[in-house]
């Protein structure tokens, strides 16, 4: 079953005026509210200290941070089902493929790869578990415009199944800014449901954070709503069961003068959210080479891939 997720205001006292100001502070979720420290929900909402440490306790009472035992949370890690990548190399460098309850953050400097391998997901979701798939739809939040329904029919084209079906159930949302973004994620339950959606791709999580925040004064607030953006995704992939997917770019650090010269944007936020980190960087042509970074428990290992009209396959031997 799946439990729903709870609003703000559906904590006992947040009426909608106090939700709001919440939200624009960063605020989107119980969980943010939970951890946040008094001082600082009485300066954003406006409130006493006492009111404010009420606030934060009926938070966390409402997240019942509820025990399990290690039986019950095996039972839910054999729920983790995976989708195929279509490149065998890159499934065994993942695991098995893009597990579901977990973030797979894309990283890669432009031309990497990173929207196409979206692309490849969206249609890969669509096919039945026994053919790599999880028989679901997919929504494809796009910042950047990228997204291309002419590479879907390619890649469905290329896979053999129906073109126009396969477009149908792809639900692409376009974020104009980072509000804009965070909003659709936090609209998202219905859909879920309602469209049967078993994957969320987010492309790109971070661009709109980066534009808009610029100033070093503003990097704090910046972090804090990037950091409850990403909390809501891994519990929506928790709670219903699906990969959730995103992209990131990567930063050039002028202090590094050997080995790699880019790392990854977001700082330690998208680090530690994300369950698995791949970075994707370019080879000769078509060819391109993923490595496993900062993986709790996948080994640090890499493996090449081609990007093709079908979308992602096996580099050839
Ligand atoms: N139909 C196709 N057939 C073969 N290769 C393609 C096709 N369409 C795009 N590509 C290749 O995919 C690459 C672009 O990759 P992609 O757009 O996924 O990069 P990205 O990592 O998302 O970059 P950015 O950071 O700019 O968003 C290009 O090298 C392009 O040649
Ligand atoms: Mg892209």
Redesign the pocket.
């Known amino acids: 079953m799946v439990e729903a997720i709870r609003k703000l205001e559906d904590i006992p006292g947040v009426g909608a005026m106090t939700a709001q100001k919440l939200r624009v502070a960063g605020y989107y979720t119980l969980e943010s509210v939970a951890v946040a420290s008094t001082r600082e929900l009485a300066e954003i909402v406006g409130i006493s200290s006492d009111k404010a440490l009420e606030l934060s306790v009926r938070a966390r009472e409402m997240l019942e941070i509820s025990f399990q035992t290690a039986e019950e949370l095996l039972k839910r890690r054999k729920e983790i089902a995976r989708i195929t990548t279509r490149s065998r190399a890159l499934d065994n460098l993942l695991g098995g493929g893009v597990e579901t309850q977990a973030i797979l953050e894309?990283i890669?400097?432009?031309?990497?790869?990173?929207?196409?391998?979206?692309?490849t997901l969206c249609v890969v979701v669509q096919l039945p578990p026994e053919q790599g798939g999880l028989g679901g739809n997919a929504l494809y939040i796009d910042t950047?415009g990228?997204f291309?329904p002419e590479?879907i029919i390619?890649i469905a084209q290329g896979i053999g199944i129906d073109p126009n079906e396969v477009l149908r159930k792809i639900v692409v949302a376009r974020a104009f800014n980072s509000d804009h973004q965070i909003l659709i994620i936090e609209k998202i339950d219905e859909l879920i449901e309602k469209k049967n959606i078993k994957i969320i791709i987010v492309?790109?999580v971070i661009s709109h954070f980066r534009a808009e925040y610029l100033g070093r004064e503003t990097l704090a607030i910046r972090q804090q709503r990037l950091n409850s953006h990403l909390h809501r995704l891994l519990r929506i992939a928790e709670v219903y069961n699906i990969p959730v997917v995103v992209?990131n770019?990567v930063i050039s650090s002028p202090d590094v003068f050997f080995g790699p010269t880019d790392k990854p944007a977001g700082g330690h936020i998208i680090a530690h959210l994300s369950t698995n980190r791949v970075f994707?960087r370019?080879s000769k042509k078509?060819l391109r080479i993923a490595k496993i970074i900062d993986s709790p428990y996948l080994p640090e290992a890499e493996c090449p891939f081609i990007?093709?009209?079908?979308g992602i396959e096996d580099a050839p031997e």
Request: proline share 0%; aromatic share 4%.
């Open positions: 894309l890669g400097e432009y031309g990497a790869g990173k929207t196409q391998l979206c692309h950047e990228t291309r590479r390619q492309d790109s992209t770019q994707i370019k078509n990007i093709s009209e079908q």
